[in-house]
């Protein structure tokens, strides 16, 4: 079964606002990462954040991390059209570990 | 760097051909890479982990019969579909991880199989 469930499903939202994702997960994890998708095409790395970290910063991006409440959100500040992608959430190590993948938030950033 | 090139970006077959997809990690060497199926609108589902010199591991459902997975040197794994069917058509997408454990994956562009 996935591990991550993102919510929402589906966002739309004007250019110039913030976007926040959230992202719930039912085992112990080690890290937490978001990844980008355009449409029909591979998925983008966004941000990685370890089990021992609460908040995480790049550029218009913060992701926070709350292990107690096994929840993580992506927030996407002052969004621009060009934001509007699918973007997921996964759990679980890499290097010969499994990543398994939320069910994903579609953001539509309207100019 | 970390380039994970995924070739052919879309194909059209018959059904009961046979279709190969190649994955392959441009500029690091990756012993790990991970097949997944993606249907419109959906998540990643995984189906199979390659590993480099030995088989791969599927995930439970997946027939290993179907979908032949080789991983015959660090920068290549392919994925062939065999006997497909209609039902096989999706979107594949690969991925390697660059670096040990706690290191992001890097993904193909995918690959879109159509079955007529």
């Known amino acids: 079964s996935q591990q991550g469930e993102e919510d929402p499903q589906a966002l739309s939202i004007q250019e110039g606002e913030n976007a926040t994702m959230n992202c719930s997960y039912k085992?112990?994890?080690?890290?937490l990462q978001w990844y980008r998708q355009n449409s029909g095409r591979g998925l983008v790395h966004l941000i990685l954040i370890r089990s021992n970290e609460r908040e995480k910063h790049s550029g218009r991006l913060r992701v926070t991390l709350d292990t107690s409440k096994k929840s993580s959100s992506l927030l996407i500040t002052a969004s621009r059209a060009a934001d509007t992608a699918s973007y997921f959430c996964?759990?679980?190590?890499?290097?010969?570990?499994?990543?398994?993948f939320g069910a994903g938030t579609r953001l539509f950033v309207k100019a | 760097g970390a380039v994970v090139s995924q070739h052919p970006s879309w194909v059209i077959c018959k059904s009961g051909t046979s279709v190969k997809i190649e994955c392959r990690s441009l500029?690091?060497?990756?012993?790990?890479m991970f097949w997944y199926r993606q249907f419109p609108k959906q998540s990643l589902m995984l189906m199979a982990t390659s590993n480099e010199g030995s088989k791969a591991t599927y995930e439970q459902g997946v027939e290993k019969d179907k979908f032949l997975i080789n991983h015959a040197s660090l920068t290549l794994s392919t994925l062939t579909v065999t006997s497909a069917h209609p039902e096989d058509s999706s979107f594949y997408i690969c991925?390697?991880?660059?670096?040990?454990?706690?290191?992001?994956?890097?993904f193909g562009n995918g690959t879109r199989l159509t079955v007529t």
């Open positions: 500029d690091f060497q990756a012993t790990t």
């Open positions: 991925s390697a991880s660059f670096g040990g454990q706690g290191s992001p994956l890097h």
């Open positions: 085992t112990s994890i080690n890290n």
């Open positions: 996964a759990t679980g190590g890499t290097g010969g570990f499994k990543t398994i």
